[in-house]
């Protein structure tokens, strides 16, 4: 069964329990989730997505703080140990937001006004309060849906990529991937891949058709080098096509099948590549080679190089800088990965720049949780709401683009032993988030061209939000 | 405020597995249809997969201690796992009686038949798959050596023959005194050092050689990882190895994290722990895990502090949260038998939520090294010595844990350790989650819910009412019916081979040599196994995804439930290795294993296959097809594989000199190594 009915079923019933206004009605455009009700053919634009999945949980509290001097103090009374001193920050444009010192270029680019920030986003199914949450603690049931196994890296990193809760037999097409499924139709050369991943294996990019095709950073794409049509030594020909023979033999197991295509989809999804790549242009922009992450983005932007080469109209990437989950040591490997994220963007941005598609590429982060507002001594815990990056020359920079996280001294209450900082907190400085992950990859989708009733069937709970368009990137 | 959600009590083993003959029973009408179709080896109508003896007809299906063992062929009446002398003297007490567990063929009395049945049954398992009298084949020991080890030889095929038993052939491998990690990567080192300094001429500048080794020195990971690769592939300890590397995978610590990268000895001295007690108490092993620093530094459960309100400082969450979700009980409320539980709304029950989290974190307070204060900078810690507790910053106030059961205040830090861990290691989750990965590790990717219930009630109760014998549990994951049949039970039994394991099997299966001064940090006296990929054997994983204690994070290199798009996630079924199954890690696995078929040489500077028994079949394909597909594929290769590899060998342009019979050989390792018959290990 397909993953979306899944959850407008379940949503169905927690409506129903809780005498919700909203109806079966409403529901109705979710359980029917099917490929393409618009037709994408038409698009002549070249447009890309690169996603820069921030593995482990990244700290938006001590990169993006507020600078404001009353604001400030609220978040240095809260953070205490862990607090950036105010001196040590750089002011962005209208001094609200007050960078991390390790961001200094992705300032730059803020200033620039070719990145923007967008407050206060987390997994999230519905409008809800901290009390649904606590009433679900406390009787196992709530009046909201309530995303599922909060604080658990793996459950709130599958659901910042898929939207809704995987079960056993359900199919796990992420927002990307049911994008791509759509998008393909743009593409004049639709045996190309579509979705690229410079680090492995992610649901965000895999759709009902989709696939991501994996790419080593920083290398050429390799080749099966036993089985290639090489003349030395002789046999090797006859070699390689006796594998020809047994990857291309059906198979009854499941796995011995998946086994199959997946080695000879390899084998030939590689050939196409690397012989696109043998006329990729050269990239002079510099970049740190050291850096996994910055590999990565390198890779991107040479497969970016050769779009027209291979006919790709739209093109999604997903690319990953892990080690955010700091419990422990936070000032020094938070700095540290702000430094290397801050440095990968930017040079990526003027890597785009200098392939002329600077507005064509739109980058954005996402990670399952920001942190907890408060420490844990020397780190900090699993959190919720958090300010994510968009970067390019579409998105409307310059700018923080939503309501941010609102935190307070005050003391608002208690819940299990914890001081409630603020109305949206659920304890510990782990707050419910405005704006739902749903609505950021909308925004996103509605740029890449998706249209009309696909919305609702690639993010199944953007109905539940007044506001489908969160207004981040520039008016078309 | 908090109402705890109540759980339902633990229900007693037997009270589970009375269950099983009813279901049995209504499942024989079902199976009497069927049978042909399903598969019936015994011919008495119930099916393989249902059969509790799959290998003698007993119709009556009688069960009468509830272990999932039929009457017919459970022979092993104190289920201590094999069929013995205390056995013996059992039905001697029983003779003349009615039984029942002794009335083996449903006779009503216990008499010389039975007796006979026994004797046919000496010295083996029981179980559905235990054939009374019947050898163990060459095939079936290479699968179950795939199972059992890091790869099957021709020796170890033989020894498992000569046995004839697979419960004897466990007996010895957990009687086999253990590989030692911590001494091999230190000597190793000290080896380095001693050849750095000494050597005339100098090798290096001295102050280029490393320090000399001292208790609290540590160092780069690689000397652990030469000596793992080392014991993994020449070791005789196969089956405790093989279990240390698979709960390497559940109770994660990684090189991957910055804390750990420079540890090779804390690395090592954890995976000692794990082969310590492979065949140990899951209950012992979760407490020594608990205060080992590696997993102390890697998930900062080491000098956590209770709460200081007035710096708004918490305790950390981080060990708290992985000990409950992965490490015991997982996040959503299982059956005996590993499926998930449902609420009214059809809706998975959480196990625990935030709450319980600080509760445990609160727990967890007040453990620091063992030689160092509290404040004194970690890089002087011991990484190898178990951590000690610090009262000062233990949080002593009560706490309320698992199933509602609350902790008074005033404890120490070791006393509110020992009960939250009595508390976890009571959880009914545990059996059935445990179960479930760990046959994940060894056998199928799909097990039926009642393989997983039978192995967690072996984990509830190892016979001798003991709760978490590990010994037990994999004696039960092995030797399950399901296991032994294989895909005759289950058309869909098996797991993709992931990537460390296909290369240790080739190593093994072809007696691979390592290669003296090997890597640049051994001297030219020390052997190590090698590769050609960019990093070296001991930096594959970036190439191949995988090496030991080297995950990217504590999920491990995958998931237990990941299943790829496409007909395995439609099925409903899981694949959990295929999440290392990309485009550029399958072609490094491939081109690494080839390299090694193809390139490596004797006397050469890389890891060297011997390929003479292969060489010397090479003027025969059928022998040498034969002699692969028993290593490699345990016997099981399909006429297609095998047409295709003779058709190959059979191709002229193979000069009959030496360089065309080893073309040949070469080629139809490649050809199979390389094919979804044997990626899928079944």
Same mark, same amino acid.
Request: aromatic letters at 10%.
């Given at each position: ?31 029917? @989730? ?16 690169? !996603? ?131 998008? &393909? ?15 492995? +294996? ?20 390799? @080749? ?74 390198? +890779? ?83 959190? =919720? ?46 707050? %419910? ?44 | ?22 279901? !049995? ?27 509790? !003896? ?18 017919? !062929? ?120 001693? /050849? ?32 793992? /690769?080392?014991?993994? %592939? ?65 998930? +900062? ?65 007040? =453990? ?8 004194? /900078? ?141 890597? =640049? ?22 190439? &191949? ?35 290392? =199954? ?101």
């Amino acid at each position: 069964m397909d993953g979306s009915n899944e959850v407008s079923r379940r949503d169905f019933l927690h409506r129903l329990a809780a005498g919700s206004a909203l109806g079966f009605a409403a529901q109705l455009p979710l359980m029917s @989730r099917a490929l393409a009700a618009e037709n994408y053919s038409g698009l002549s634009d070249y447009k890309s997505l690169v !996603c820069v999945y921030l593995n482990g949980g990244m700290d938006s509290h001590n990169a993006f703080v507020p600078y404001a001097s009353a604001r400030y103090a609220e978040y240095a009374a809260l953070r205490q140990g862990l607090a950036i001193p105010r001196a040590s920050l750089l002011p962005g444009t209208g001094n609200v937001i007050g960078f991390h010192p390790g961001l200094a270029p992705v300032r730059t680019l803020f200033n620039e006004g070719k990145l923007a920030l967008v407050a206060n986003l987390g997994n999230l199914f519905e409008p809800m309060a901290p009390q649904h949450l606590f009433d679900y603690y406390e009787t196992g049931n709530s009046a909201v849906e309530i995303p599922h196994e909060l604080y658990s890296h793996s459950h709130q990193t599958e659901l910042i990529q898929l939207n809704f809760i995987r079960r056993p037999g359900s199919i796990a097409a992420g927002w990307g991937g049911q994008m791509g499924d759509r998008l &393909i139709a743009a593409n004049v050369n639709q045996s190309f891949p579509l979705a690229y991943t410079l680090a492995g +294996s992610n649901y965000w990019q895999t759709g009902l058709n989709t696939r991501p095709f994996s790419v080593q950073p920083g290398q050429d794409i390799p @080749r099966f080098e036993e089985f290639s049509s090489d003349s030395w030594p002789p046999w090797e020909p006859g070699r390689s096509a006796s594998w020809g023979e047994i990857l291309a033999r059906s198979y009854a197991h499941p796995l011995e099948a998946q086994a199959a295509s997946a080695m000879s989809g390899t084998r030939q999804r590689s050939d196409l590549m690397r012989a696109a790549l043998a006329g990729a242009p050269q990239i002079t922009t510099p970049y740190n080679a050291e850096s996994w992450f910055e590999s990565q983005l390198r +890779s991107v932007a040479r497969l970016i190089s050769i779009r027209q080469q291979v006919g790709m109209r739209r093109q999604l990437f997903f690319v990953e800088l892990g080690g955010w989950d700091t419990h422990s040591q936070h000032l020094q490997w938070h700095g540290e990965l702000l430094v290397e994220l801050a440095n990968g963007l930017f040079n990526f941005q003027r890597t785009l720049q200098e392939l002329a598609v600077e507005s064509s590429v739109t980058t954005f982060t996402f990670t399952e949780f920001n942190r907890t507002l408060t420490i844990n001594g020397d780190g900090t815990d699993h959190g =919720w709401a958090g300010d994510q990056i968009v970067m390019g020359g579409a998105v409307d920079g310059g700018k923080v683009h939503g309501t941010p996280i609102a935190y307070s001294t005050a003391n608002t209450g208690e819940h299990w032993g914890d001081t409630l900082f603020g109305p949206a907190d659920t304890g510990a400085g782990r707050f %419910v988030p405005q704006y739902s992950m749903d609505q950021y990859g909308a925004t996103l989708a509605k740029w890449m061209g998706i249209k009309g009733t696909d919305f609702n069937a690639i993010f199944p709970n953007l109905a539940n939000f007044t506001q489908p368009d969160l207004g981040f990137m520039k008016p078309a | 405020m908090k109402t705890p959600k109540s759980a339902p009590p633990r229900a007693h083993a037997w009270i589970r597995l009375r269950a099983v003959p009813a279901v !049995c029973s209504l499942a024989v009408l079902l199976a009497v249809q069927s049978a042909r179709a399903a598969g019936d080896a015994d011919g008495d109508g119930v099916a393989d997969t249902l059969d509790n !003896c799959s290998a003698i007809a007993n119709l009556d299906q009688r069960d009468t201690d509830g272990d999932g063992f039929g009457n017919r !062929c459970d022979t092993d009446l104190n289920n201590d796992g094999v069929t013995n002398g205390i056995d013996v003297g059992l039905i001697r007490a029983a003779f003349g009686s009615a039984g029942p567990l002794a009335d083996f063929n449903g006779d009503k009395v216990v008499n010389g038949v039975d007796v006979g049945i026994l004797r046919a049954y000496f010295g083996k398992a029981p179980g559905p798959g235990a054939v009374p009298g019947e050898p163990i084949t060459a095939q079936q020991a290479a699968r179950f050596l795939t199972q059992a080890s890091f790869g099957p030889t021709a020796t170890e095929i033989s020894r498992l023959q000569t046995l004839n038993d697979y419960g004897a052939w466990i007996d010895q491998e957990i009687a086999k005194s253990r590989t030692l990690y911590l001494n091999g990567s230190r000597s190793m080192y000290a080896d380095y050092y001693t /050849w750095c300094t000494t050597t005339v001429p100098p090798p290096l500048p001295l102050d280029q050689c490393p320090a000399p080794l001292a208790d609290t020195l540590d160092t780069w990971r690689d000397y652990f990882r030469h000596v793992w /690769w080392l014991r993994a %592939v020449q070791g005789q300890d196969q089956l405790r190895q093989r279990m240390a590397f698979a709960l390497s995978q559940i109770l994660v610590v990684s090189d991957k994290s910055p804390n750990l990268a420079d540890s090779a000895f804390g690395l090592a001295s954890y995976y000692d722990l794990l082969g310590r007690l492979a065949f140990g108490n899951y209950r012992e092993l979760l407490e020594e895990v608990a205060l080992h620093p590696a997993m102390g530094l890697y998930l +900062s459960m080491l000098r956590n502090q209770k709460a200081d309100p007035e710096r708004n400082v918490r305790p950390d969450e981080n060990f708290a949260r992985e000990l409950l979700q992965l490490f015991t009980l997982g996040v959503h409320e299982l059956n005996a038998d590993g499926t998930l539980k449902h609420d009214a709304f059809g809706e998975p029950i959480p196990t625990y939520d935030q709450t319980t989290i600080q509760e445990f974190a609160r727990v967890f307070t007040g =453990w620091n090294f063992a030689n160092i204060p509290w404040d004194e /900078w970690q890089g002087n810690g011991n990484r190898t010595v178990k951590m000690v507790p610090v009262a000062a910053y233990h949080d002593t106030a009560s706490k309320l844990l698992l199933q509602n059961v609350s902790l008074p205040g005033g404890r120490s830090a070791q006393q509110d350790l020992d009960a939250a861990l009595d508390n976890v290691f009571a959880h009914p989750n545990l059996g059935p989650f445990l179960a479930g990965q760990l046959i994940k590790r060894f056998t199928t990717s799909n097990p039926t819910p009642a393989y997983v219930a039978r192995v967690a009630a072996v984990f509830n109760d190892n016979g001798s009412g003991v709760r978490g014998d590990l010994g037990a549990v994999l004696r039960a994951i092995l030797l399950d019916r399901e296991a032994r049949q294989g895909t005759a039970a289950v058309p869909s039994f098996g797991k993709l081979r992931e990537p460390v394991l296909r290369m240790t099997q080739l190593f093994r299966a072809f007696g691979a040599r390592p290669v003296p001064g090997g890597d =640049w940090d051994v001297p030219p006296t020390v052997a190590v196994f090698n590769t050609p990929s960019s990093r070296g054997l001991r930096g594959i994983d970036a190439d &191949i995804g995988q090496n030991v204690l080297s995950s990217p994070s504590v999920f491990n290199f995958f998931r237990p439930d990941y299943a790829p798009a496409g007909p395995i996630a439609s099925a409903g079924l899981t694949a959990p290795e295929f999440q290392l =199954w990309t485009e550029n890690t399958v072609m490094a696995s491939t081109n690494l294993l080839n390299f090694h078929v193809e390139y490596a040489e004797s006397g050469g500077y890389w890891t060297y296959l011997n390929l003479s028994t292969e060489l010397s079949l090479a003027t025969q394909p059928a022998n040498l097809v034969d002699r692969l597909d028993l290593l490699l594929t345990n016997g099981s290769m399909s006429a297609a594989l095998r047409q295709t590899l003779l058709s190959r060998l059979a191709d002229p342009i193979y000069p009959s000199s030496a360089e065309g019979r080893l073309g040949k050989v070469r080629d139809a390792i490649e050809l199979i190594v390389n094919s979804p018959e044997y990626l899928v290990q079944k």
